[in-house]
């Protein structure tokens, strides 16, 4: 499965700990079998075997960023925190929230993959999972986002 895929798995993984106060592994579990409810599914719109494949399961990807997070979420959340301008972090969308740590995790600690990419692959999840056609989260999250990887940059 591709890394936007893996993301948006990790996402809700990471959302599920934050607001359904489970476990790392009861919500990996719980995520891991909507993924495979959705291969059957999208088998049947598609009639396609190999749409996520028959031995479909996450990959060292996906728990790398899932365990990434959980393991520097203060320091991942104090970077958030100290950039935003004119909001408070408890305000902000529990998704977003789950986003933004996301591509903050790997802004601080992926150097393989330049941070444009990363900040778009962010936006596009933000556009998947809580844009309301309003365009005012995505450019938000955008620019938060913009605003750690200078922050990032220069220290």
Not at 1 to 28: K, P, W
Request: glycine fraction near 4%; charge should be negative; charged fraction near 25%.
């Amino acid at each position: 499965m591709n890394r936007h895929a893996m993301r948006g798995f990790a996402v809700q993984t990471l959302y599920s700990i934050d607001v359904g106060a489970m476990s790392r592994n009861e919500a990996v579990a719980m995520i891991q079998s909507f993924a495979l409810e959705m291969k059957d599914e999208a088998k049947e719109l598609v009639s396609d075997s190999a749409v996520l494949g028959e031995a479909f399961s996450f990959d060292d990807f996906y728990f790398n960023l899932v365990d990434g997070v959980i393991e520097n979420l203060a320091e991942i959340d104090d970077m958030i925190v100290n950039q935003l301008e004119g909001w408070n972090f408890n305000r902000l969308n529990k998704v977003d929230v789950a986003i933004l740590r996301l591509c903050v995790y790997e802004l601080m600690h992926d150097k393989e993959i330049e941070a444009p990419i990363l900040i778009n692959e962010a936006i596009e999840l933000t556009k998947a999972f809580t844009d309301l056609g309003e365009r005012k989260t995505p450019k938000f999250n955008n620019s938060l986002l913009d605003k750690i990887n200078a922050h990032l940059k220069a220290n």
